[in-house]
């Protein structure tokens, strides 16, 4: 597995996520550890990602980049369908070793503990991030963003996932950290970004919302993500 440079960052998340991957490994055989730190049903959800990549305009010979790749269930599907370069941080390197075995072997996963993205400019054709800015503060995401569209081709899109107050099946996640904040047990940070936030986020970074996606939206081989999908795309001028 290949890495970079860093300076180590005390991050919230850093210490967070590592502590639950440790204590998965510690109490679960690895493949299906490495299963619940992604949030569990692997090859299901890696499916959907895949599709949704495919979705945003994924073709063969791309530069995809990966913010948050985890175990790789994204990576794993991918290899399976596309044949592309690709690029997945994460904090965690027990994550990114797993996520490598199970990729293509020009799979690239890189430990990046820094809110940017380790690429030359205008060098990304996609850059997705599933279930990672809901577990950041929105400056946190924001400047990740920023750094993405850096990264970014002219045309090139950027593809996240969220969560939002106005989708149902949302709420029952905020219910559960209330009561887990009530108990002083919160597991994580659960954030929760409006449509607006992204809209006014977009204007201020110079990029375009093509579109929303509801999370219940099932188009992806009749399964839904659950969290809700915006896709940016980044102005070819500027």
């Known amino acids: ?21 440790t204590r998965l490994m510690r109490e679960h055989p690895i493949d299906r550890a490495m299963e619940m730190a992604v949030g569990g049903s692997y090859d299901q ?11 945003v305009g994924l073709q063969d010979g791309q530069f995809v980049f990966d913010l948050g790749c985890g175990s790789g269930r994204l990576a794993h599907a991918l290899s399976k369908r596309f044949q592309i370069n690709y690029l997945g941080t994460d904090v965690v390197r027990s994550l990114l070793q797993y996520a490598a075995r199970k990729s293509a072997k020009n799979y690239i996963f890189v430990l990046h ?18 279930s990672v800015f809901t577990h950041l503060l929105h400056d946190e995401s924001y ?19 969220f969560l939002e107050f106005g989708a149902p099946a949302h ?10 904040q009530r108990q002083s047990q919160l597991p994580h940070l659960n954030t929760f970004i409006e449509r607006s936030a992204i809209e006014v986020w977009s204007q201020h970074l110079n990029l375009s919302v093509v579109e929303f996606i509801d999370g219940q939206d099932k188009r992806w081989s009749g399964q ?15």
């Open 45 to 55: 959800f890696g499916a959907i990602q895949a599709d949704i990549l495919a979705h």
């Open 143 to 161: 400047l990740y963003l920023e750094d993405m569209r850096r990264a970014l081709k002219p045309r090139g899109r950027i593809i996240f996932s």
């Open 171 to 180: 709420w029952r996640i905020f219910e559960d950290t209330v009561a887990a």
């Open 113 to 130: 503990r820094q809110l940017s993205v380790p690429v030359p400019d205008a060098s990304v054709d996609i850059a997705c991030a599933f």
């Open 224 to 238: 839904a993500l659950g969290q809700s999908l915006v896709i940016l795309e980044k102005s070819t001028t500027r």
């Open 1 to 21: 597995m290949r890495g970079i440079r860093y300076q180590m960052a005390k991050y919230h998340f850093v210490e967070e996520y590592e502590a639950l991957v």
